[in-house]
């Protein structure tokens, strides 16, 4: 992905060949914010790109990037913009001139990239080429997709409008599987990390983030699919379990599916379990536990003995247990898959037959 800098003694704007540089809105992903910030920032205090392509397309080199990367850092800690500004422009100012246009490869290590082994499949950038994102959000976030260091910067900063465009963009972009896989989830993974290494001082990120993960899964789900005897897959918490948005996600990708789903939320009652289960008379139950204290075997196995319909041909629903409180607690004869992508298969499965 070849991204070269221009010494500003250089030629001007015109010798810049098309397609060098990011463009405004991808230099936005990759810092958590909104593009209209950057523009701002561009306008107001001059932190502009140093390369034009003609007209008012703008193109971002590594040294760009570096300085609305600081511009981040610093106005994060709670300085003013134009405070902040003013420090990242005098700090430019005291560099040495710089050096001739880097290789590729240094180039987008010089934008907080590693540069990935080559492939041939690599020979042409994809969007969902897997880079190591390092500092910059403050959350320790390893081996994942770019977009988790700009979503953990917008949730780090409460910026609520850059936080909902850069999630609706990885969904969008990736498909909803993939995003809540390799992007959204890591990302909460690595808030939750922070919060319990820091006396609960991120508290608010956390929450922040995952409402707005929440809100995002409801404006891009489809329409709910209209019920078709037998085919129901009925989702719910057990009894004293809270933790809904993994149990949020699967309803959202069955949804795409056009699977009709009955999503009951958290902490689900006994008795209103079993009243739902009888009343919608389901293909599949999906019982999600965050904690080995609220997964209960008895209960799985009572779900999955309930029968209905007429005799001779009563049915049961197929019982899944799932998320990480089922761990070493496996029923058995029940299916648990292990991840998003698996529970969906099973349920697609179950449905079709």
Same mark, same amino acid.
């Given at each position: 992905?070849?991204?070269?800098?221009?010494d500003?003694?250089?030629p001007?704007?015109?010798?810049?060949?098309?397609?060098?540089g990011?463009?405004?809105?991808?230099?936005?992903r990759r810092?958590?914010?909104?593009?209209?910030?950057?523009?701002t920032?561009?306008?107001?205090y001059?932190?502009?790109?140093?390369v034009?392509?003609?007209?008012r397309?703008r193109r971002?080199?590594p040294?760009d990037?570096?300085r609305?990367?600081?511009?981040?850092?610093l106005?994060?800690?709670?300085i003013?913009?134009?405070?902040?500004?003013?420090?990242? #422009?005098?700090?430019?100012t005291?560099q040495?001139?710089r050096?001739a246009?880097?290789?590729?490869e240094?180039?987008?290590?010089?934008?907080?990239e590693?540069?990935?082994?080559?492939?041939?499949?690599? @020979?042409?950038?994809?969007?969902?080429?897997r880079?190591?994102?390092?500092a910059?959000?403050?959350?320790r #976030?390893?081996d @994942?997709?770019?977009e988790?260091?700009?979503?953990?910067r917008? =949730?780090?900063?409460?910026?609520a409008?850059?936080l909902?465009?850069l999630?609706e963009t990885a969904?969008?972009?990736?498909?909803?599987?993939a995003?809540?896989t390799e992007v959204?989830?890591p990302?909460?993974?690595a808030v939750?990390?922070?919060?319990?290494s820091?006396g609960?001082r991120y508290?608010?990120?956390?929450?922040f983030?995952?409402?707005?993960v929440?809100?995002?899964?409801?404006?891009?789900?489809?329409?709910?699919?209209?019920?078709r005897?037998?085919?129901?897959?009925? #989702?719910a918490c057990?009894?004293?379990?809270n933790h809904t948005?993994?149990?949020e996600?699967l309803a959202a990708?069955?949804?795409?599916r056009?699977?009709?789903?009955?999503?009951?939320?958290?902490? #689900?009652p006994?008795?209103?379990?079993?009243?739902?289960v009888r009343r919608?008379?389901?293909?599949?139950?999906?019982?999600?536990?965050q904690?080995?204290?609220?997964?209960?075997?008895?209960?799985?196995?009572?779900?999955a003995?309930?029968?209905?319909?007429?005799?001779? =041909?009563r049915?049961?629903?197929?019982?899944?247990?799932?998320?990480?409180?089922?761990?070493?607690r496996t029923?058995?004869?029940l299916?648990?898959?292990?991840?998003?992508a698996?529970?969906?298969a099973?349920?697609?499965?179950?449905?079709?037959?």
């Amino acid at each position: 992905m070849g991204v070269h800098e221009r010494d500003s003694r250089g030629p001007g704007p015109e010798s810049a060949p098309v397609g060098v540089g990011l463009t405004t809105g991808e230099v936005a992903r990759r810092l958590g914010v909104a593009p209209t910030t950057v523009r701002t920032w561009d306008r107001r205090y001059g932190l502009g790109p140093a390369v034009h392509t003609g007209g008012r397309h703008r193109r971002w080199t590594p040294g760009d990037v570096a300085r609305l990367e600081r511009m981040c850092a610093l106005t994060a800690t709670g300085i003013p913009p134009a405070e902040a500004a003013r420090t990242v #422009l005098g700090e430019a100012t005291q560099q040495p001139a710089r050096a001739a246009p880097a290789p590729p490869e240094a180039a987008g290590e010089a934008a907080g990239e590693e540069a990935p082994a080559r492939r041939d499949e690599d @020979v042409a950038p994809r969007p969902s080429v897997r880079v190591r994102s390092r500092a910059g959000s403050g959350l320790r #976030l390893g081996d @994942v997709r770019q977009e988790c260091k700009g979503i953990a910067r917008a =949730a780090l900063r409460l910026d609520a409008s850059a936080l909902d465009e850069l999630l609706e963009t990885a969904i969008a972009e990736h498909g909803l599987v993939a995003a809540w896989t390799e992007v959204i989830m890591p990302t909460l993974q690595a808030v939750g990390r922070k919060w319990e290494s820091s006396g609960e001082r991120y508290v608010e990120v956390e929450h922040f983030l995952s409402w707005h993960v929440s809100g995002a899964l409801r404006r891009g789900a489809p329409p709910t699919a209209a019920d078709r005897p037998g085919a129901t897959v009925v #989702l719910a918490c057990v009894p004293g379990e809270n933790h809904t948005l993994p149990l949020e996600v699967l309803a959202a990708a069955l949804a795409e599916r056009g699977l009709p789903v009955r999503m009951f939320g958290g902490a #689900l009652p006994v008795e209103s379990l079993v009243t739902a289960v009888r009343r919608t008379g389901p293909a599949a139950v999906a019982l999600w536990a965050q904690s080995r204290t609220t997964a209960s075997r008895p209960l799985a196995q009572h779900v999955a003995a309930m029968e209905w319909g007429v005799r001779g =041909a009563r049915r049961k629903p197929v019982v899944l247990t799932i998320g990480p409180g089922w761990s070493g607690r496996t029923v058995p004869g029940l299916p648990r898959p292990t991840g998003l992508a698996e529970a969906v298969a099973v349920l697609e499965t179950v449905v079709s037959r």
